[in-house]
């Protein structure tokens, strides 16, 4: 889907090599608990992951560092499985 001027700013596009089919890679974006596992860099100790996986839907990110929580908040505009 085309962003228009004013969305290309809010968008994210996540390319990365990873030893894992387009299939896990989107299974693990789109499940909680698999989210919450990727979302531990450096010293992140903690995360959660609250999905609503649908068009329209939204999700929040919370993640702990010592004393500090971050929080990513956002919605879904589309959501597009892999493609042979």
Known sequence: MPATAGEAYNRVVIRRMLPA?????FAAWTDPESMAHWMCPGDV???EAHLDVRVGGSYRILMKAGARTMT????TKWWSRPRN
């Not at 089919?21 to 890679?25: A, I, L, N, P, Y």
């Open 72 to 75: 990513i908040p956002a919605s």
């Open 21 to 25: 089919t387009r299939e896990e890679v």
């Open 45 to 47: 100790t903690r995360a």
